[in-house]
């Protein structure tokens, strides 16, 4: 479990299957896609907690224990390459607010101090203004265009120190 002034982020469980589902069908979740998040029922975000959610975390307002995105640190290969992309993913009625930046925040000190990790990248749509701004406060630095499953990428790198 990770805390930050304003988030909570932890492991999934079973039991956020409903709150997941309602969260998947939020257009600021979905907006800028290249993983599908979107869910077909309860059952489907169940199914995908217990299977597809490996290095993805649930992200929560302390406040209200209100579910508002996801974050993570995915291993992912590029070429060979081995390397763990950050995710930080939230409802659109958290935009704005500097959930993003905390968020993204809170897994790069977690990449880098406890799974010791020494690159992060990250893996934008080009026309995802505001994920790249987060990448540029995070300290990443555009590296190259890259095609990932299917989708025009933009690909940023931060490595520690």
Known sequence: MIIT??????NWS???????????????????????????????ALLWIREKSFGKFSVTERASGELLG????TPWTLSEEKLTDITYR?????????????????MVEH???????EQITATITPDNHASKKIATKLGM???THIELLGVPTDLYRLYKN
């Open 5 to 10: 002034p304003r988030l909570l982020i932890q």
């Open 14 to 44: 079973d039991k956020d299957a409903e709150s997941f589902y309602e969260l998947s069908q939020d257009s600021g979740l979905t907006l800028f896609p290249i993983n599908q998040y979107k869910q077909q029922s309860v059952e489907s």
């Open 70 to 73: 996801l974050g993570g640190l």
């Open 90 to 106: 939230l409802k659109s009625s958290a935009w704005g607010k500097g959930l993003g930046l905390e968020l993204a925040q809170a």
């Open 111 to 117: 990449g880098f101090k406890t799974l010791n990790l």
């Open 141 to 143: 630095n555009f590296s």
